[in-house]
């Protein structure tokens, strides 16, 4: 059974094309600096939203119906709906997928009837990456949306959910490292908390810790070689979760000692929950070593939540390929669609002109960049601002062999620093300019 007949293989038509059903931007084989777009970008799509999402909001029921999803039996369900996804990364080109163990396969009456579920499903999408060459980018476990996670998963306080928790995931490295998925990514749906007045922060960061340190080894244990990964949010649905940013994440994860089996996956709307920009919490990874992977979407500036919607903001795409670009690329990780249709776009034809809009912003966006730094007048402008560090006393402060009683002999002699300008109006017309 097919599930898209009407909607044509989108192809690269170039910027003047006029078929909603093409990409202007994104061309898999073009080279940009050295790597073809399809290995710079690296895209998946995402199953819980794109086959599993209805439109369904806190105010109204479910609008979006999907040929896939009528079976009465949930299994059934399942796998027509792995089916339809490697259908559509077909269609459209994409490279990768991404799941949640519950997304792939329903939950069962018992734990085992769960994890036979998971396994059957497994074995099919194992079947259909070996027919189409989609491959999994990563793997996860639904660690939220069942009610025994209602206080949290590994920082619950009942030690019966902990060890649910970890039965569950461990099921779900399996599955991850029998597809060959390239990461594994822990988000924290519900670790945190509502309020201080039940709350033992400590134990319950301690036991984060204890849970991801399991994790390693059970991952060494069965040979499973992906990169872990922490994917950063600030809230929602707990008031207040303990991977608030990317900048909490690391401090946990070396006060912890996981510094070096860990990266983190940032979320474009979870940096603005944060009340960071997309860039900034690119950066704060990437400026360590430790940016693994990215869910790319955006949020809306007039709406407080997680609206999920799919990237078509220019400014935004460029200044993330542009980190990407000056730090080494993504490596293993990839560009995940974690966004979602509006709820008023119901047509099968939607999710592909959702997917090629972000495709075409995310292509667009590195074509910028990389013309950006190649006539390098913004690195310039930057290097021009640092310049006193690569001399003289800025040097010596550099080298570590300055000490305060140094520095205040040297201003002493050297009296009131000049007012330099940052240039920032300047530097916006500049990035203007390119786009």
């Known amino acids: 059974?097919?599930?898209?007949?009407?909607?044509?293989?989108?192809?690269?038509?170039?910027?003047?094309?006029?078929?909603?059903?093409?990409?202007?931007?994104?061309?898999?084989?073009?080279?940009?600096?050295?790597k073809t777009m399809a290995e710079h970008l690296r895209f998946a799509v995402s199953c819980w939203h794109?086959?599993?999402?209805?439109?369904?909001?806190?105010?109204?029921?479910?609008?979006?119906?999907?040929?896939?999803?009528?079976?009465?039996?949930?299994?059934e369900r399942a796998r027509m709906t792995i089916r339809a996804a490697f259908e559509f990364c077909q269609k459209i080109g994409m490279q990768y997928y991404c799941f949640h163990d519950r997304d792939i396969a329903p939950e069962g009456e018992t734990f085992a009837q769960s994890c036979k579920n998971l396994e059957e499903i497994v074995k099919l999408a194992g079947e259909l990456q070996k027919e189409t060459g989609v491959k999994l980018l990563w793997g996860t476990a639904n660690l939220f949306s069942?009610?025994?996670?209602?206080?949290?998963?590994?920082?619950?306080?009942?030690?019966?959910?902990?060890?649910?928790?970890?039965?569950?995931?461990?099921?779900?490295?399996?599955?991850?490292?029998?597809?060959?998925?390239?990461?594994?990514?822990?988000?924290?749906?519900?670790?945190?908390?509502?309020t201080l007045l039940n709350t033992d922060m400590k134990k319950e960061q301690e036991n984060l810790a204890t849970f991801l340190h399991m994790a390693v080894d059970y991952a060494k244990k069965i040979g499973f070689t992906g990169q872990f990964l922490i994917e950063p949010k600030p809230k929602e649905p707990t008031k207040h979760q303990y991977d608030f940013d990317a900048g909490t994440v690391l401090g946990f994860l070396r006060a912890y000692g996981l510094i070096d089996?860990?990266?983190?996956?940032?979320?474009?709307?979870?940096?603005?929950?944060?009340?960071?920009?997309?860039?900034?919490?690119?950066t704060v990874a990437a400026s360590a070593g430790k940016l693994g992977s990215i869910d790319v979407n955006r949020g809306d500036l007039l709406l407080?939540?997680?609206?999920?919607?799919?990237?078509?903001?220019?400014?935004?795409?460029?200044?993330?390929?542009?980190?990407?670009?000056?730090?080494?690329?993504?490596?293993?990780g990839g560009l995940n669609f974690d966004a979602k249709l509006r709820r008023g776009s119901t047509d099968l034809e939607d999710l592909f002109h959702a997917h090629i809009g972000g495709m075409d912003t995310f292509a667009r966006g590195l074509l910028v960049a990389d013309k950006i730094i190649s006539d390098g007048k913004l690195n310039d402008c930057i290097a021009k601002r640092y310049s006193s560090y690569e001399s003289g006393i800025g040097k010596t402060i550099r080298d570590g062999k300055a000490d305060f009683d140094m520095l205040e002999k040297w201003i002493l002699e050297n009296g009131e620093p000049k007012l330099?300008?940052?240039?920032?109006?300047?530097?916006?017309?500049?990035?203007?300019?390119?786009?």
């Open 261 to 282: 089996h860990f990266k983190l996956n940032i979320e474009a709307n979870h940096a603005t929950l944060a009340g960071h920009t997309f860039a900034h919490e690119l």
């Open 50 to 75: 794109t086959f599993l999402g209805t439109g369904q909001d806190i105010f109204g029921s479910a609008v979006h119906s999907r040929s896939w999803s009528g079976a009465n039996d949930p299994m």
């Open 304 to 332: 407080g939540w997680d609206t999920d919607q799919f990237p078509t903001d220019l400014y935004e795409t460029t200044q993330a390929m542009l980190v990407l670009l000056q730090h080494g690329g993504i490596g293993r």
């Open 1 to 34: 059974m097919n599930f898209f007949d009407n909607i044509p293989t989108i192809r690269y038509q170039g910027p003047e094309a006029t078929d909603p059903f093409s990409f202007r931007y994104y061309d898999a084989e073009r080279m940009v600096a050295g």
């Open 420 to 435: 330099m300008s940052g240039r920032q109006e300047y530097l916006e017309n500049l990035l203007n300019c390119y786009i």
């Open 146 to 194: 069942n009610p025994r996670f209602t206080h949290g998963a590994s920082t619950n306080p009942n030690a019966h959910v902990f060890a649910y928790a970890a039965a569950q995931v461990k099921h779900a490295m399996d599955a991850t490292k029998e597809l060959g998925g390239d990461g594994y990514v822990f988000w924290g749906g519900r670790e945190g908390y509502e």
